[in-house]
């Protein structure tokens, strides 16, 4: 990786968009190169990211990517598994939570699909309010966020990433896979969001839940078979993260799971 960030840019670095690409491009060339020369036939896998990522315009951060796969040139011959991390707030954003989930899948040559914050923060406000001018607010503020959440998937599409539908259109899905009144814990959402996954290409997801969290077995864990089901080709998977385990244990059951054709 090397750092893009608008503030790394302009007032550690003091380069150009140019310049700063120019860092990944010959970082890359530099790697295929003495690949070439020192390990020729070993089995190499390369990886690259723009640091600060948040912190980096979503269309820079992909014509960075882009011009180190130009110089890599991955192939077909190793497929990436497209994985799709649904579930539990914490374990399913806080590496924490999920000991570094995202770190193994990568470094196992998956790519990784996690849906934004946002999605939680409208289906909390919009299932969770209690009557009353709490909810009123809570409707105002719903609307609200909606148009910005729109707002940040066009730019996030526009730059060639993969997103989930807006809120909206994903709790319609919901009621396609499940019973939009399923609101306890994960509820509906999770049903949604793998349905939006498998849609969108991901036919392996993860159900990263913490264990011991009753209503998010219930109503999560409990849609699994129905959701298979009704999204032929799909490979949905339960994790707990149980502090009693060792990580080994839990990366082993998610290696022999999503080694399985889908």
């Given at each position: 990786y090397n750092p893009t960030s608008v503030a790394q840019r302009e007032q550690v670095y003091g380069m150009s968009r140019e310049e700063i690409k120019g860092i990944a491009t010959s970082g890359a060339e530099l790697c295929e190169q003495l690949r070439v020369e020192m390990m020729d036939g070993s089995d190499i896998?390369?990886?690259?990211?723009?640091?600060?990522?948040?912190?980096?315009?979503?269309?820079?951060?992909?014509?960075v990517c882009n011009a180190v796969i130009d110089i890599?040139?991955?192939?077909?011959?190793?497929?990436?598994?497209?994985?799709?991390?649904?579930?539990?707030?914490y374990t399913k954003y806080?590496?924490?939570?999920?000991?570094?989930?995202?770190?193994?899948?990568?470094?196992?040559?998956?790519?990784?699909g996690v849906n934004g914050l946002t999605w939680h923060m409208l289906y909390y406000a919009d299932t969770h309010l209690d009557g009353g001018a709490v909810r009123w607010v809570g409707r105002a503020g719903v609307a609200g966020l909606s148009r910005l959440q729109r707002r940040m998937a066009d730019i996030l599409q526009g730059a060639g990433f993969t997103v989930l539908p807006p809120y909206p259109e994903l709790k319609a899905l919901a009621a396609e896979y499940?019973?939009?009144?399923?609101?306890?814990?994960?509820?509906?959402?999770?049903?949604?969001?793998?349905?939006?996954?498998?849609r969108a290409g991901y036919a392996r997801v993860l159900g990263v839940l913490p264990f011991g969290c009753l209503?998010?077995?219930?109503?999560?864990?409990?849609?699994?078979?129905?959701?298979?089901r009704k999204l032929p080709g799909s490979r949905i998977v339960g994790v707990d993260y149980d502090a009693g385990l060792r990580d080994g244990t839990v990366a082993s059951r998610i290696r022999r799971r999503l080694d399985l054709e889908p």
């Open positions: 896998r390369f990886e690259y990211s723009p640091e600060s990522f948040t912190g980096t315009e979503p269309e820079f951060a992909a014509e890599w040139r991955p192939t077909a011959e190793r497929p990436v598994k497209k994985v799709a991390l649904v579930g539990d707030i806080c590496h924490l939570g999920n000991w570094d989930l995202e770190d193994w899948l990568t470094a196992h040559g998956c790519e990784i499940t019973n939009s009144a399923c609101a306890v814990g994960g509820g509906w959402l999770l049903a949604a969001e793998t349905a939006a996954w498998v209503p998010g077995h219930i109503y999560g864990r409990g849609q699994y078979a129905a959701l298979q």
